[in-house]
């Protein structure tokens, strides 16, 4: 049986028309109604389908959805998907922390430790998902094991826990969980959820009243007969011990002690008509939330009156609720069937921000006279204060609207068009200067006057007969420039910011009337910057704000860097804002921080840019300009709601090589050797704020990263270390670690590094050793190589005193040489001289006869004879040969040892290369007896007559 299918009846078109008609006055009505902020999540952000069953958070307040396609998951940064085994649709979840036991080692110890599970049915299958150490969700079937032939038929539409039980339950069966064991109960009839109130279990079975389950069994609860004909879709705990029972189309009733009755509140026909489907309690102020299938939320008091309407025109995705959860920080989550929605109804604000919103982006606001006047880019508009009926625009006011202000009792607005007063019976223009952004009341004398700034410079505005503000005159002196800021100084100066560009000081007569002095602040010699200045009044302080940094003036008015202001180094750029009394603000980009005493809240609220206006309404309300309606804050309600703190988490560490590899993420994880590339996943369960985040890993590094909205970072080529991750947010100062480590490979180890270091030392010695080896044995080879070198150098020193030996001993040879040939030629031509002589003289001795004597003849002739081959010139000879031709004269003995005197004179001839007619007279022997001794000598000497006689005297 589908829940739903009692809304799908006919109806008449008479009925419809009057359900359509009464809801569009309804809209009519609250259309300027201030509700809680409001956040959508649609399908195209959670990446899943439109329908979103029931809805649960866990204990760091991460949300969880039954999705037509799974379980959805949110952290505040990413959603998920898990889905069930077979793909079916998930219906029912519940979150439950279940004390489970835990064994260490193989003796069991009764230890126990909590275990976060996340309860699921859908058709024909029921279990839960648990968190795992490393932070991921793993599904756990029940149902598998179950083996209740009812279940392949069931679909578990409903999930309940009691301090003893876990109930899943389908519209006819009911699967009692202990824990350990499954247990079917089955009714008699159909029913529908039950609900755990006041220590009992009740349900509604279909066609009767209400019925109380007690162990196996439903017992009828007295007097709810009277429900038979209605639908029950919520019992929920009332005041004063009753109950509070919602039906889908019969209205309210209460019951207590057997005694049932209408609840009738102004909005019972209403909610009858728009099919109560969800109702729950909130526990912020025990007001009743009721979730309808064709309007929408309502949320009631516990008086009955309406507080807040949540439907399609002021914000939701869709009119029809399929869910409603509250989760720890009292925010409000609604399941439709077209997305998912959040009411922040613990939030301190509330605004007015709607689909059809007629007022635009605000500028200005004031009360007065009880009504509540805004002005915007549209006009201003005018509505009762603190009520919900709608705006309606001030006729003559259309178009961009500056300033409103209240002074004198008269409530002056600063137009695109000129300055106006609003009456009661209308608008007056009192000048036709365009575009008054600030006027602020001057003490002249006793007079008070109104200086505003404007698009051409500054105007004067005073009193009139009738005490009315009116135009006086222009300020003259003045530049005609967009004069957006005024602020007057201690010393009755007067300080001015430019609408754009530029800072000004101007000292004005008592009247107003003209300028005294003027001083312009440049860039860079007085400021820092000349666009986008802001002017600030704070605890009688001036405060400049440019380029991101607050700026005093001293007495002589010089701008100097404020000790009192400033930003803390890390911190995003902010805005400077005051408030009543005491109070300020810090405007960032996506959210505004309001101090007040020691407290410090932080408002989710994102302000017109470059225009971020606060202003105090009465004493009790500021009112915040956004750029899609307006908040309001209560700043006197909210002093006993303390901020719940929100801490980041972290969601996921995983192996950056494989992201299918996680790791535990409590504890201080070890990582194996082999992971030195991760991804740190992380969260901050705050939702509907704009959230940044900083980060660092000690033992990596100690800076800071900048701000970033990513909600992962990556690490690589991590070393083997202990680490700590800690990350913090923009929202709080509050900051969470994580701590890790890495292991050592084996070369990385103590013992490694130990053997390492030996290893190196040893190496280091062996190779001092073999260094002092190679440089002994390059010594060595040096001392060789220069001995060699100095042996060759001493061979060539000896071969070149050889060679100058022999030079000299071939000149001292060639000198013997020419000696001996001198003494051979002188031999020769004495002997020739001799023979001549001889034969003169024997010439002689025949012509003279007896007339020479004889024996002066034959001495003479004697003594001739003797000398033609003397001994004395064969000795010198012979001594020359010897040294020239050393041991030639042995050798040839040594060849020849029957050589005779005469044939070693031959052989000397012979090597002297001499020819026979030059040894004849050597040898004192005619040519023929020089041919004979050759002969002979050849003979002797055994050679043959073709050998060469004189070439075989060359070579012995």
Known sequence: MHIFSIIKTGKDKTALLTVILFSASVFRA?????????????????????QNWDMDHDKNDIVYAANSDGLLEFDGAAWKVHSLPDGQIVRTILY??????????KVYHHNTQKEQRIYAGGYSEFGYWKKEPDGQLKYYSLSKNARFASLKTEEIWHILKTPEYIYFQSFSRIYRYDGKNLTEINPAGNFMFLRYVQNRILAQIIGKGLFELKGKKFVPLKG??????AIVSSILPFSGGQLLITTTKHGLFLWKNGILSSWNIPLSEELKTNIINRALVSSQDSSLVFGTIQNGVYIVSKNGNLKYRFNKETG????????????SRKQLWIGLDQGIDLVKMSSPVISYQTNDNPLGSTYAAALWRGKLYVGSNKGVFVKKWLSSEPFSPVPGLEGQTWNLKVIGNQLLCGHNDGTYRIGENGVFKISNINGGWIIIPIRAGKDTLLLQGAYNGLHVYKRDKQNLWTYAHAVKGVL??????????????????????????????????????WKEYKSPQDLPGEFSIELNEWKNRIYIHVANQFLEPDAYGKLNPSKNLFRVEDEEPFKLRTGISQDWFKVYINRVAYYSGNN???????LVRNSETIIPLSGDYYFFCLDNGYALYNRLADKNNEEIAAFPLIRKVANLRNLAETFNISGKPVLRSDVRSIRIMFALPVYGQHVQYKYRLRGLTDQWSEWTEQNFVEFTNLESANYQFELKTSLNAHTVSFHFSIQPYWRETLFARFLFAVTLIVAFIGLIFYQEKRLARHRNKLIREQEEKLRQQRMSSERQIMQIQNEKLQSEIQNKSQQLSNVAINVVKKNEILEEIRDELKQVKAEMGQQLPNIHYQKLLHSIERNVAGKDDWVLFEQNFDEVHEQFFKRLRTICPSVSPSELRLAACLRMNLST???APVLGISIRGVEIKRYRLRKKLGLNMDANLVQFMMDI
């Open 30 to 50: 609250v259309m300027a109604q201030e509700t809680p902020p409001l956040v959508n999540y649609p399908s195209t952000v959670y990446k899943a389908h439109n």
């Open 96 to 105: 439950d922390e279940s004390e489970v036991a835990v064994s260490s080692g």
């Open 224 to 229: 709810t007969n009277g429900l038979a004909p």
């Open 316 to 327: 939701l995705q869709n009119n029809t609720v399929l869910a409603l959860a509250e989760d």
């Open 480 to 517: 005609p420039i967009p004069i957006r800021q005024i602020i007057r100084d201690k010393d009755g100066s007067f300080w001015l910011g430019h609408a754009y560009k530029g800072l000004f000081k101007a000292q004005l007569t008592p009247q107003l009337d003209s300028v005294l002095q």
């Open 600 to 606: 410090i809240l932080n408002l989710p609220l994102t």
């Open 917 to 919: 007619k030059e040894m």
